[in-house]
Nanobody
Framework: QVHLVESGGGLVQAGGSLRLSCVAS????????VGWFRQAPGKEREGLSC????????YYADSVKGRFAITRDNAKNTVYLQMNSLRPDDTAVYSC????????????????????????WGPGTQVLVSK
């Protein structure tokens, strides 16, 4: 059974850093593209960063480009999101997701996240950035 769990969230001051982890169980994560997303209260879900299963392609939303970095350790079945220079408007619940089938372009995963039976999601981890 596909299972994803995020961790690493918490409370941090503006300008600080956090590293989020997305750990997969029940399947080999190296066969899947992976994306990080966030949703703040009252806002739509936003695709932040996505990485291809072979690590050769990555995508970053303009809102996080230059501040966030996505990496993966397939031996640990884990994808990371290093978040630096955090701002109060980064406050949100952060989730990872994998599509059931590979995407043609990694940007597509972030722009159109999988829904329903077309993907698997973790429960999310809360990030709070104070001023």
């Amino acid at each position: 059974q596909v299972h994803l769990v995020e961790s690493g969230g918490g409370l941090v001051q503006a300008g600080g850093s956090l590293r989020l982890s997305c750990v997969a169980s029940g399947f080999n994560l190296d066969r899947y593209d992976v994306g990080w997303f966030r949703q703040a209260p009252g806002k739509e879900r936003e695709g932040l960063s996505c990485i291809s299963r072979d690590e050769n392609s990555t995508y970053y939303a303009d809102s996080v480009k230059g501040r966030f970095a996505i990496t993966r350790d397939n031996a640990k079945n884990t994808v990371y999101l290093q978040m630096n220079s955090l701002r109060p408007d980064d406050t949100a619940v952060y989730s990872c997701a994998v599509p059931r089938v590979p995407v043609t372009m990694i940007r597509g995963l972030c722009v159109q996240p999988p829904t329903g039976p077309f993907g698997s999601w973790g429960p999310g981890t809360q990030v709070l950035v104070s001023k």
